[in-house]
């Protein structure tokens, strides 16, 4: 039980690789806070999650891009349980456009979710984690290789792994580990509403796609003790998908 006595918080865990991710934390004992904005999948997830067993689970319904309402949920979970050990920032967004068809609310929206949400929540972990504590940050192959008319989050993606560096550097002295996983192809919502994909701009060889709960055991991993030495890693999670790319 690598996660017992220890609290998750989970972003864009109502779906995909963050409920899968969710469940495998919690199936190792952790206490789960569920990040997302829809209160009825939340409610699904909460069950599936506990069905997994964990120890306790909280559906935190939050807007990553909000500050406050990130600040609110860490206050919560705080006075919960007392404590804050793993962090995943999973939540992600994608718009579908030509860079000249891309408006500037589209890349703040991206960014954000993507980007900013990581940031406000990896705040929090700074000023609450004791020495420990894990955070690894859902990045994605687009963030070194990518394709057209998804520009904001391949580039949102790339901000996000210097982001993890720097956590990485500045989370040493006090004790947070702060890593990262490049998803390749995943069987998730958010590859198969790919419109890239559905017109077949992007080939997806059935071979290349990963399930979700391979994801989630990596990421397991790098939020556990068994990773006390990894420090600042950019993991690849493509089954060698980019290799051929």
């Not at 990553?64 to 949920?73: C, L, M, N, Y």
């Not at 972990?125 to 008319?149: D, R, Y």
């Not at 500045?170 to 995943?186: H, Q, Y």
């Amino acid at each position: 039980m690598r996660f017992e006595n220890k609290v998750a918080i989970i972003t864009g865990a109502d779906s995909g690789i963050g409920l899968a991710t969710a469940k495998r934390i919690g199936s190792e004992g952790a206490k789960v806070v569920l990040v997302a904005r829809n209160p009825e999948k939340l409610q699904v997830a909460e069950k599936e999650v506990r069905a997994a067993g964990a120890a306790d689970v909280w559906a935190a319904q939050c807007d990553v891009a909000k500050e406050t309402e990130v600040q609110s949920t860490v206050e919560q979970t705080l006075k919960r349980w007392n404590r804050f050990d793993v962090l995943v920032n999973n939540a992600g967004l994608m718009v579908f456009k030509p860079i000249e068809q891309h408006t500037e609310d589209d890349w703040l929206k991206i960014l954000h979710v993507d980007l900013l949400g990581a940031f406000f929540f990896t705040k929090q972990a700074f000023l609450h984690m004791k020495s420990g504590g894990a955070i690894v940050n859902v990045s994605s192959i687009h963030a070194v290789e990518t394709e057209p008319q998804v520009a904001s989050y391949a580039a949102a993606k790339a901000a996000l792994l210097s982001f993890t560096r720097s956590t990485s550097l500045e989370g040493k002295p006090k004790g947070i580990r702060a890593n990262a996983i490049l998803p390749g192809a995943i069987d998730t919502p958010m590859l198969w509403d790919n419109p890239n994909v559905r017109a077949g701009i992007e080939k997806v060889d059935k071979a290349d796609v990963g399930k979700a709960d391979d994801v989630a055991a990596t990421i397991a991993y790098l939020a556990s003790d068994d990773a006390a030495f990894v420090q600042g890693a950019m993991l690849r999670v493509d089954g060698g998908r980019l290799d051929r790319l």
